[in-house]
């Protein structure tokens, strides 16, 4: 994870306000129950609603707990696979996730994948299928992955691991960045 991510913590997390969501489901989510099932959590709603702070929030939570965890953006997690085709690290990035515990995937569904990115992601995702977990970080509902991803084929297979027994949460409300930020005389 990320130096300024690891700086979130559950502690600021529940006293923010969520649309829907209570202190209660937080402070479950932070016992880490999931983990040890190898759950998944798929975290969706709009841009500004506390997707990645959450995420990030649970994922400093869990190496709190003595878990590895690994943060990616979906698009870099795609790029460091095509350069490790390219230049042979390929196997070692599959390792160093194998190792993991949970992998946090953000941005996901801000562009269509392409073929090999369509293979990448099912190799990964199986990786850590049924031996680790994995959070999801989506501005789309969950229904429109599908689409999202392409191919049937490749859909099916990424999906079927990745939703089934998974922990969705879906945040709703107005943007955080707009509701901490000052405002400014064009916003009245």
């Known amino acids: 994870m990320h130096g300024s991510d690891l700086m979130l913590s559950y502690q600021s997390w ?95 569904g801000l562009e269509p994948l392409s073929s090999e990115q369509r293979s990448d992601l099912l190799e990964i995702v199986d990786l850590m299928y049924q031996r680790g977990s994995i959070i999801v970080v989506s501005q789309l509902p969950v229904e429109n992955w599908y689409k999202m991803i392409g191919d049937s084929t490749h859909a099916d297979a990424i999906l079927d691991r990745l939703v089934h027994g998974s922990i969705k949460i879906e945040l709703k409300g107005e943007s955080m960045r707009k509701i901490q930020s000052p405002l400014t005389e064009g916003d009245q």
Do not use: P
């Open 14 to 108: 529940i006293i923010v306000t969520i649309e829907g969501w209570t202190g209660a489901l937080i402070r479950s989510l932070s016992q880490g129950n999931w983990l040890t099932l190898k759950q998944n959590i798929l975290l969706t709603g709009a841009t500004g609603s506390g997707k990645t702070f959450l995420a990030c929030a649970l994922g400093h939570n869990a190496c709190r707990q003595g878990y590895k965890v690994y943060y990616y953006r979906l698009k870099a997690l795609m790029e460091q696979c095509y350069q490790g085709h390219a230049d042979g690290r390929y196997s070692k990035l599959l390792t160093r996730l194998n190792n993991s515990d949970l992998l946090l995937l953000d941005d996901w």
